[in-house]
């Protein structure tokens, strides 16, 4: 299984070149190995051409490297951290995409002014306190602002997005839609002030987009 996640892993980070999400090395995609007190990470500073399944690092949760001939991430303490006290979360992506970053910039949630907000986020994207890399400040961020939030991306201020998800593609997936839609709510505020959208729909959408679209094993 550990093999078949670092290949998993190791894959996604190509989703982050594909989808302008990162520059030269920067960013991150993390899993977490089902049934054990594992995850596996990129490793510091080397190129997405260069990655390999092998490249990858695994570390303990307490982000100690366990595997690897690598040094893990400079945000493996803060992705350990989010796998600690979010136990439903089984995948974690950081990344500095441009419009995301620039909201982050500015310490400004993106207002829910779209439907796709709605069914993937359900409501705006919040914003994170500043956080210095290398420890787990940036973690401890990350839990406490998507608390009882049903956003699955939140904005570090200053720094950039970090996603989470069930699994480490829904967290790229959580990565590429927060940059999606930044771009879009401000170009939208280039021309004037978006128009929200009612909680009640909002939570209709969410309902909607989670549990009915897209196909069912079940039926």
């Known amino acids: 299984m550990i093999e078949e996640l670092r290949e998993t892993v190791c894959g996604l980070h190509a989703e982050?070149?594909?989808?302008?999400?990162?520059?030269?090395?920067?960013?991150?995609?993390?899993?977490?190995l089902p049934g054990a007190d594992l995850f596996v990470i990129k490793?510091?500073?080397?190129?997405?051409?260069?990655?390999?399944?092998?490249?990858?690092?695994v570390?303990?949760?307490?982000?100690?490297?366990?595997?690897?001939?690598?040094?893990?991430?400079?945000?493996?303490?803060?992705?350990?951290?989010?796998?600690?006290?979010?136990?439903?979360?089984n995948g974690v992506?950081?990344?500095?995409?441009?419009?995301?970053?620039a909201w982050a910039a500015?310490?400004?949630?993106?207002?829910?002014?779209?439907?796709?907000?709605?069914?993937?986020?359900?409501g705006a994207i919040?914003?994170?306190?500043?956080?210095?890399?290398?420890?787990?400040d940036i973690g401890r961020g990350v839990v406490e602002t998507l608390s009882g939030h049903?956003?699955?991306?939140?904005?570090?201020?200053?720094?950039?997005?970090?996603a989470v998800g069930e699994s480490p593609k829904a967290a790229v997936k959580a990565a590429v839609m927060c940059e999606d839609v930044a771009r879009t709510v401000?170009?939208?505020?280039?021309?004037?002030?978006?128009?929200?959208?009612?909680?009640?729909d909002v939570d209709r959408l969410y309902d909607r987009y989670q549990n009915v679209y897209g196909q069912r094993s079940d039926r």
């Not at 982050?16 to 977490?32: E, K, P």
């Not at 490793?43 to 690092?57: E, F, I, Q, R």
């Open 150 to 162: 049903r956003s699955r991306a939140v904005l570090m201020r200053n720094h950039g997005v970090f």
């Open 16 to 32: 982050l070149v594909r989808n302008n999400l990162v520059a030269w090395t920067a960013g991150n995609v993390s899993g977490r």
């Open 93 to 101: 992506v950081h990344t500095h995409s441009t419009y995301a970053s």
């Open 106 to 122: 500015r310490g400004e949630p993106i207002p829910c002014v779209l439907t796709a907000m709605a069914d993937e986020f359900g």
């Open 59 to 89: 570390c303990d949760l307490d982000g100690a490297p366990v595997e690897g001939a690598l040094a893990p991430s400079s945000d493996t303490a803060a992705h350990a951290y989010v796998y600690r006290h979010m136990p439903q979360v």
């Open 43 to 57: 490793p510091s500073g080397v190129s997405y051409d260069d990655l390999t399944p092998g490249s990858m690092v």
């Open 126 to 136: 919040p914003v994170g306190p500043f956080a210095l890399i290398g420890g787990d």
């Open 186 to 200: 401000h170009l939208s505020r280039q021309l004037g002030e978006p128009l929200p959208i009612a909680p009640a």
